[in-house]
């Protein structure tokens, strides 16, 4: 085997990673410590990968690898290999990459490696199957339009990257899925989940050696190929300004929106502060400024999340209909304020404290590690070690977030979602230029 390895290494986390000789990439995070082993199995692809007649196909096939292999036929033999360990499986899809994970206790991780590998590379995808469970993708999309929280959230995407594959929704639509079968299954399969696509990131009492032997014997059929191109991102294309579903609800949930940069940026770090002074917590400015001072909102916060050429930043807040307006202009004056006045030095330590904080009580488990790792060599291609990403936020100054406040904040390109009682689009846009 082709077997260069690169150890990484903080106060508290080593990994190791190597390469299968067909291109397949592994990385071990041991954790002697604990009772658990964590196996997550990235695959590059996602909803931006698709054409738009297959819009949501990504997702579809996350829920037909668990309908079984020839080898354990059906899903409950795949769960119960799992579970039957006291262990828990699950998989998400999102715009750029899908991940199968399972957590079991240590002493199982050979049967849980393979149960991974076995449902990622030799699902049956039986027509039969598709069927059945194309209901049931169907049912898991009307229940996220159902839900205003989540579909104010879905429309904002859609608001601010506009009719194109970075705006599409993951799940695509009812009718999409309606036309789905398992040739196109099988195509999208064959061109995307190839050896140089795939990362199998296993975090916990296990060690490197352990996973590689498993990894050799399991994913060395693999396929390897020349992956499709994937449409990139256009910053002339957006979305309506407003976007707004009015139904009988009793709260409005408003989202605003604004383009950013994507992962790879060195202002990432600038941003996770910026955030956590405009919007994450109870400490945040717009906690104390929307909910404890005017008592408008029960639930506000900022957010961001990135693609690998663009991104957006939001402020989201749960509303009474009557207090719509006033949310959107008080809120949309905390991010001014922002990138107006500098931001004063004990407030920017304690910006550093909670997100420092925050970020490193995020990696206490074996699961949290396996995800980082897998997603950053899939991402990025390499592992920045902890106390580097500490450094850089650190590093960040209050000019550095009044600058990028002021960057961010460009009005001409400033989107709003809103799902609620009675909304009035007219009434919106005023606010957002109020």
Not at 312 to 320: E, H, K, M, P, Q
Request: charged residues 25%; contains cysteine; proline residues 4%.
């Amino acid at each position: 085997m082709n077997r260069q390895l690169r150890r990484g290494q903080t106060v508290t986390v080593t990994w190791e990673t190597a390469t299968l000789p067909n291109g397949v990439r592994v990385v071990t995070t041991p954790m002697p410590a604990t009772q658990a082993a964590s196996i997550n199995i990235f695959v590059g692809v996602g909803s931006r990968s698709e054409p738009e007649r297959l819009n949501g196909i990504t997702h579809f096939l996350e829920h037909m690898v668990f309908k079984g292999t020839e080898r354990r036929p059906d899903a409950h033999l795949i769960a119960q290999a799992i579970e039957g360990a006291g262990g828990v499986l699950n998989a998400y899809t999102n715009k750029e990459f899908t991940c199968y994970w399972n957590i079991v206790p240590f002493d199982h991780f050979s049967t849980a490696i393979d149960v991974a590998a076995d449902m990622l590379l030799h699902s049956k995808l039986e027509q039969e199957e598709i069927d059945r469970e194309r209901t049931v993708v169907q049912q898991e999309l009307k229940r996220n339009h159902d839900n205003p929280q989540t579909w104010a959230s879905r429309l904002i995407g859609q608001a601010v990257y506009g009719p194109q594959p970075s705006g599409w929704d993951v799940g695509g639509s009812v009718e999409t899925v309606e036309e789905m079968h398992r040739p196109d299954f099988i195509s999208h399969m064959d061109e995307w989940y190839l050896a140089g696509n795939i990362v199998v990131s296993v975090a916990g009492n296990v060690s490197h050696e352990q996973v590689v032997e498993q990894a050799e014997k399991l994913f060395s059929g693999t396929k390897s190929g020349t992956l499709p191109g994937v449409t990139p991102y256009d910053g002339t294309i957006s979305g309506p300004r407003v976007l707004c579903d009015s139904r009988s609800v009793d709260q409005c949930n408003v989202s605003l929106g604004l383009p950013i940069f994507g992962r790879h940026d060195d202002r990432r770090a600038a941003l996770r502060i910026m955030n956590d002074i405009l919007g994450a917590g109870m400490s945040s400015r717009l906690f104390r400024e929307v909910r404890e001072r005017r008592g408008l909102a029960y639930s506000v916060h900022s957010s961001y999340g990135f693609l690998d050429d663009a991104g957006v930043f939001t402020i989201s807040a749960g509303v009474n209909r009557d207090k719509l307006s006033e949310t959107i202009t008080v809120a949309l004056g905390e991010l001014e304020r922002m990138a107006t006045e500098r931001i004063e030095d004990d407030e920017l330590r304690r910006g550093k404290d909670h997100t420092i904080g925050r970020f490193r009580l995020s990696l206490e488990t074996a699961f949290s590690l396996g995800q980082r790792h897998g997603e950053l060599l899939l991402t990025k291609g390499e592992i920045e070690p902890v106390d580097d990403f500490v450094a850089r936020l650190e590093a960040v100054t209050a000019d550095d977030i009044q600058t990028l406040a002021g960057q961010i904040l460009d009005r001409s390109r400033l989107r709003c979602s809103v799902v609620g009682p009675d909304l009035d689009e007219d009434e919106v846009e005023k606010a957002l230029v109020a």
